[in-house]
């Protein structure tokens, strides 16, 4: 018999009870599959598809090395679905259990319906630790190429910095995490600069299923129980408890509309005028990342400062996220929207005491006093600088905050929480 194996957020062989599955029943064919309406949603974006490209190029070896590559199909998954099980004589089809956003509902709904009219079995099997040790591949199928963001009619959209897919590097990344980088995660990751060395960095890895959230969990288990010293155990605590939650998925949150596109562009151009969300916009625009903290920040300072619509929020952080993942995404950006917002200016001051980042990502603030970076409008020398170097800033952060009835950082503590959601990144 042969056996379909249904890709999807589970670009991985180890810890994929699917394959495990299959192999066991016959022949198997692993699938993935690119929706090119998916792709053209506007959460989605050229540097999500080149970290998904990536990471399945080294699966397609990976499953090469088992005795049978990843094929590629591009199409409506029910479409591509029923061609190859009617050219194969497939009847089963196996899956992991996947948590998605709208989008992925329906598409699996979809694909649920016409499996039942076509007397396809569909078996979805829960995440878990499974072993892969050898394929048997269904003759005759061409692996099919893997489609550049171009053949997706994405628009071009470099993140210079951004990471890079696939599992070798994942392993990476959770190694260096796990033997030192992760002793500062619990006092370094919201800092701007410690930030993005102290944080994990995986969560791109865990929101494409390139790691495993049950095998991360585990490794970190096992680091704990080394003992490695002074600081690691509560950071690993900490870390352990932002990954449980992660997985604590929930629906997506439907969005609002923006009624000033104008606005909405300058704060995802990071052009608002207001220093230290200008300069976290930038720094995600061009590594794909932002530390928890400040990524509520924006998210809320979008919200709550200039009014901006949810759904339009939302669909400009997610394009500029390589770590997006929507069940997690949308319901995080809802409990930001119901949070108080924090304000940017003493957030400034807690993250980015010495003006380091903020310079660094806004080089037209170089002539201006260190003590008025985050508040250039404050300079005796503003006029010549905002409006033409530097924007005026869209609203007074502060009178912003008031009118809105939002609170400090302190109260607004449950926004800050709920990044930690929202950045994925642990």
């Not at 061409?142 to 910095?161: F, K, N, Q, S, W």
């Not at 919201?190 to 494409?208: H, N, V």
């Amino acid at each position: 018999m042969s056996v379909l194996v249904w890709i999807r957020r589970d670009l991985r062989v180890q810890d994929h009870p699917a394959l495990a599955l299959a192999a066991t029943m016959g022949a198997v064919l692993p699938l993935f599959v690119v929706e090119p309406a998916a792709w053209a949603a506007p959460d989605r974006s050229a540097r999500q598809w080149e970290f998904v490209a990536e990471s399945l190029a080294e699966l397609r070896e990976t499953l090469g090395t088992l005795g049978a590559p990843l094929v590629v199909r591009v199409g409506a998954a029910e479409i591509v679905l029923e061609r190859l099980c009617k050219t194969q004589g497939i009847t089963q089809i196996v899956s992991i259990l996947e948590t998605g956003g709208v989008a992925e509902a329906a598409r699996d709904a979809r694909v649920a319906a016409w499996a039942r009219a076509a007397g396809i079995e569909w078996t979805q099997v829960a995440a878990g630790a499974a072993a892969v040790a050898a394929l048997v591949p269904v003759a005759g199928v061409e692996p099919g190429l893997i489609p550049t963001a171009r053949a997706l009619r994405l628009a071009e959209d470099r993140a210079a910095h951004r990471q890079m897919g696939g599992r070798a590097r994942g392993e990476a990344v959770l190694a260096s995490f796990l033997t030192t980088r992760g002793r500062a995660y619990r006092a370094e990751r919201d800092l701007t600069g410690a930030g993005e060395r102290a944080g994990s960095r995986l969560s791109p890895y865990l929101a494409w299923g390139v790691l495993g959230a049950g095998e991360v969990a585990a490794a970190a288990a096992v680091r704990r129980a080394e003992r490695p010293g002074p600081g690691w155990g509560k950071s690993l605590s900490a870390f352990s408890a932002a990954l449980a939650l992660r997985e604590a998925k929930a629906g997506e949150v439907p969005g609002h509309g923006v009624s000033e596109p104008e606005r909405l562009a300058a704060w995802a151009a990071g052009e608002t005028g207001v220093p230290f969300v200008d300069a976290a916009m930038r720094y995600l625009a061009a590594t794909g990342w932002l530390n928890a903290r400040m990524r509520a920040m924006v998210a809320g300072f979008a919200l709550h400062h200039l009014g901006l619509g949810t759904g339009a929020v939302g669909e400009a952080l997610a394009r500029l996220s390589v770590d997006y993942a929507p069940e997690i995404h949308w319901r995080a950006l809802g409990e930001v929207a119901e949070a108080r917002a924090v304000d940017p200016l003493r957030l400034a001051t807690m993250l980015d005491a010495d003006n380091g980042f903020t310079r660094a990502w806004l080089p037209e603030l170089a002539r201006v006093p260190e003590t008025l970076v985050q508040t250039p409008w404050r300079w005796s020398g503003a006029k010549g600088l905002l409006g033409r170097r530097y924007p005026e800033a869209l609203v007074d952060p502060i009178a912003a905050l008031k009118a809105r009835r939002v609170g400090t950082e302190r109260k607004g503590r449950r926004g800050i929480v709920v990044a930690g959601q929202m950045s994925l990144m642990l």
